[in-house]
């Protein structure tokens, strides 16, 4: 199944209570949530007890992406707030096995996020033991860049190793999908995408998801 996780960090804080219950009413699958510490990536999001509200909310589950410096430090806070799904950088964690680990014990699934320039191959000694892969398909840090092709190539790869490893993990892109490049995403073998600008930008969220998901 082809799923959608709209992304927060592009929709309207001056509305956000109504721009959560759209995301409630539509076909949307997850709700993705990045949170940045301005070390890692050079930009900030919002902590923890903005997800606090945000998960009082939300009646979908949340995909919670840790664009931070040690994210192992937050699994409680992860767990505490409902995350379905903690998502950590490869190159933040320097036990990623341990981490992922932990997370799994704290009962929820456990994702890990590849930088562009980062190679799936990295990942062939722990992809059996991680739920979700998270490609970047920008530089992260901010919302609207534009797409970079060679995904699609790293997608083939990943999925090419998933099967080789006889792994269930699901693929996700996040980072300049559009409705144009989604249909070829989805083909390349992406699970999962994240749309942010596409989707809170748009004059229609509900419609636009619903057209994101065919």
Same mark, same amino acid.
């Given at each position: 199944?082809? @799923?959608?996780?709209?992304? =927060?960090?592009?929709?309207? +804080?001056?509305?956000?209570?109504?721009?959560?219950?759209?995301?409630?009413?539509?076909?949307?699958?997850? =709700?993705?949530?990045?949170?940045?510490? %301005? $070390? +890692? $990536?050079?930009? &900030?999001?919002? %902590? +923890?007890? !903005? #997800?606090?509200? &945000?998960?009082? =909310?939300? *009646?979908?589950?949340?995909?919670?992406?840790?664009?931070? !410096?040690?994210?192992?430090?937050?699994?409680?806070?992860?767990?505490?707030? %409902?995350?379905?799904? @903690?998502? !950590?950088?490869?190159?933040?964690? &320097?036990? #990623?096995?341990?981490?992922?680990?932990? &997370?799994?014990?704290? %009962? @929820?699934?456990?994702?890990? *996020?590849?930088?562009?320039?980062?190679?799936?191959?990295?990942?062939?000694?722990?992809?059996?033991?991680?739920d979700l892969v998270l490609l970047m398909s920008v530089n992260p840090g901010f919302g609207g860049q534009k797409f970079i092709e060679n995904t699609y190539e790293k997608i083939a790869r990943l999925r090419e190793l998933i099967l080789k490893k006889n792994a269930r993990t699901l693929i996700e892109v996040d980072?300049?999908?559009?409705?144009?490049?989604?249909?070829?995403?989805?083909?390349?073998?992406?699970? !999962?995408? $994240?749309?942010?600008?596409?989707? +809170?930008?748009?004059?229609?969220?509900?419609?636009?998801?619903?057209? #994101?998901?065919?």
């Open positions: 199944m082809k @799923m959608l996780a709209p992304s =927060l960090l592009s929709a309207d +804080f001056g509305n956000l209570q109504k721009e959560i219950a759209l995301i409630n009413q539509s076909d949307a699958d997850w =709700l993705h949530i990045d949170v940045m510490d %301005g $070390v +890692f $990536v050079p930009n &900030i999001s919002f %902590g +923890f007890p !903005v #997800l606090e509200y &945000i998960k009082r =909310l939300s *009646t979908k589950p949340l995909d919670v992406h840790l664009m931070i !410096v040690e994210p192992q430090k937050f699994i409680n806070e992860c767990k505490q707030i %409902g995350a379905m799904m @903690m998502n !950590v950088h490869y190159e933040a964690c &320097i036990h #990623l096995h341990r981490t992922i680990s932990a &997370i799994r014990q704290a %009962g @929820m699934k456990a994702g890990v *996020t590849l930088n562009p320039h980062t190679p799936v191959e990295l990942l062939q000694d722990i992809i059996q033991d991680v980072g300049g999908v559009t409705l144009e490049n989604a249909p070829k995403l989805y083909t390349a073998g992406a699970d !999962v995408l $994240v749309a942010g600008n596409a989707v +809170f930008k748009s004059d229609d969220i509900i419609n636009t998801i619903k057209q #994101l998901k065919k």
